[in-house]
């Protein structure tokens, strides 16, 4: 009897290939979710505008894994792509940094949002960093707008989110004085949900560094400071 898919979703805060670090811990941890071997990984870059130095730094990470790169992109829109299937194909998709707002009025008008939210019921593992990591919750701290703010996302994950929690000192008390539930990922951290509840904190930064997370469930009224795990460094 085949067992019901675990809807996952990794919000990161920072780090990774998309800031040129290609020790590739974050990402062999991101495949080790996916629901196969050797996993068929989307990448959609909508926030930066498909820039093509952050596909050619995602597929450089990505051809060093045991894993099938591909990518989704919106500009140029290609006509003759189903972009439904692409994502219902895809056992990961990883949605980069960028311009949150911009990325989910684009996903918006074409419907992908949609096409998102099913693989990801399907069972697909769906990451992101930054806007890639803001998208999901019911509400974002963003920089994206003037002066920065708080803004609407697609509302699958409850409460707040934030991203870059320890590299601009004023996002701290943006998220702080949210209500509800909250998280705020640091520099090289990343948080795993499964369905819509928090699993687990991890991070990839140096041992000597001091990697910040935030939670607060439904009900508390206090910021919980988590100590995310540290992931195994990679081979070599």
């Known amino acids: 009897m085949a067992t019901a898919p675990v809807p996952r979703i990794v919000a990161i805060g920072g ?6 670090d290609y020790s590739l811990r ?19 870059a909508t926030a930066s505008g498909d820039r093509e130095l952050y596909h050619l730094r995602y597929f450089k990470a990505f051809s060093r894994l045991d894993c099938w790169a591909d990518t989704l992109s ?7 792509r189903d972009y439904a299937q692409a994502v219902r194909e895809a056992d990961v998709v990883f949605v980069g940094g960028g311009n949150t707002p911009a990325m989910l009025a684009v996903w918006r008008e074409f419907g992908f949002d949609l096409a998102l939210r099913q693989a990801w019921q399907a069972g697909a593992l769906i990451a992101g960093i930054s ?25 699958w994950l409850p409460g707040s989110f934030c991203p870059h929690l320890d590299s601009e000192a004023w996002r701290q008390d943006v998220l702080r004085a949210r209500s509800g539930p909250l998280a705020g990922a640091g520099e090289r951290v990343a948080v795993l949900y499964e369905h819509t509840h928090w699993q687990a904190a991890v991070h990839d930064a140096a041992p000597s560094a001091q990697p910040l997370c935030w939670r607060r469930d439904a009900g508390a009224v206090d910021v919980q400071v988590v100590q995310p795990q540290a992931l195994p460094p990679g081979p070599g």
Not at 15 to 20: A, L, P
Not at 26 to 44: D, I, N, T, Y
Not at 74 to 80: E, V
Request: hydrophobic share 40%; charged share 20%; aromatic share 16%.
């Open 15 to 20: 780090g990774g290939f998309s800031t040129e």
């Open 26 to 44: 974050q990402e062999r941890w991101l495949l080790s979710l996916a629901r196969r071997p050797r996993p068929k990984v989307l990448f959609v």
């Open 74 to 80: 919106f500009f140029p829109y290609d006509m003759k």
């Open 131 to 155: 806007a890639g990591a803001n998208a999901w919750f019911e509400h974002y701290v963003t920089d994206s707008v003037p002066g920065g703010g708080v803004r609407p996302g697609l509302g």
